[in-house]
Every structure is written in C-alpha cells, then in structure tokens.
C-alpha cells in the first residue's frame, strides 16, 4: 500500500508544540507538508508563555530535512488567528489543511469556577477554533481545496468532571465543524 503524501500542501497546526498538536506536525511533514507550528507555548493553564516549544519542533522537522516556521500568536483573539493565518500566506502562499488543536485546561466545580477560568478555556478551544478557521476559510474557497480539523473530545458529547468550561468548548466545535 502506498504512503499517503502532503507534497505540495500547507498545513497550519494550532497547539503544536507538545502532545498531539507535535504529533500532527511531525507527520505532516513527514509526508511532505510545510507545516507552519502554532504555540505560543503556554501551559496548561494558558499562562507562562515560551517560544520555545514551536522552534523545537520546526528544528525537528527541518532536521529531517522538512520544511516548517513557527508562529507564537495566540488563537484566543481575532489579531492572533489572522496572523497565524497570515503566517502561512506569507511564508508559503497558501494554505491547505488547518487542525486547530490548541487547548487550556482551568478545572474547577461549578461553584468555584471563575468568570476568567470559563472564558480562559473557551477563547483559545471554542472562539480560538472560529478565529482561526475564519480567515482561512475563503483563502481555502478560493483555492477550491481546503481541510479543516477541529479537535474535541468525548467531554463535548458527556460532560468532564470539573471541567464545564472545557467540555462546553469542546462540544460548541463539534457543531461548529458541522
């Protein structure tokens, strides 16, 4: 059976520093996909923000003879999905796969958790996913190809113990990719 290949596409990964968001880069590239990495390489909680991450993993890919830049805005505002978008426009002309897979985590019950905690979590997962698919939606029309991947999670379908900011984000993606 023969590999499934990226050559000739672009793909822009939201949270690819660490975890899955690494995983989908590496192998894109691996496949022939210049990736742009996405991370401003926060924590969990969305604080301490490091450019390291997102350079590590384009060391990685370039190392492996791909191509790739990093990105360090932040999918949680407007300004920041247009220019990781735009990141993509002006290093390769183009983009052609979007996995927004960026993510925070502020678990608390309900009854202790903040205004801030439950906006925190839906900015980057939920409005992040719109701010970037935005922009490169009609780049993608255009172009008359374009994929879009939302990651979400089974706490979208039922719930998440501690965790109704994170699972109410997740299941507004799921109506959202459809």
Avoid: W
């Amino acid at each position: 059976m023969s590999e499934f290949r990226f050559d000739g596409r672009v793909a822009v990964i939201t949270g690819a520093g660490r975890g899955l968001g690494r995983a989908y880069a590496l192998l894109l590239a691996s496949r022939g996909a210049k990736v742009v990495v996405n991370d401003p390489g926060v924590s969990m909680k969305g604080i301490d923000v490091d450019a390291g991450p997102a350079q590590e993993v384009v060391q990685e890919i370039r190392a492996a003879g791909g191509e790739a830049v990093a990105c360090t805005e932040s999918v949680a505002t407007p300004a920041g999905g247009k220019a990781i978008i735009d990141a993509a426009m002006d290093n390769y002309g183009q983009i052609d796969i979007l996995i927004h897979n960026a993510g925070t985590v502020r678990g608390a019950s309900l009854k202790e958790m903040t205004q801030e905690d439950f906006d925190t979590v839906l900015d980057v997962h939920l409005r992040g996913a719109f701010h970037v698919v935005r922009p490169a939606f009609p780049i993608m029309c255009k172009a008359g190809y374009g994929r879009v991947v939302l990651t979400t999670s089974i706490g979208g379908l039922y719930g998440s113990y501690n965790q109704a900011n994170y699972s109410a984000a997740k299941g507004g993606l799921m109506s959202l990719s459809n």
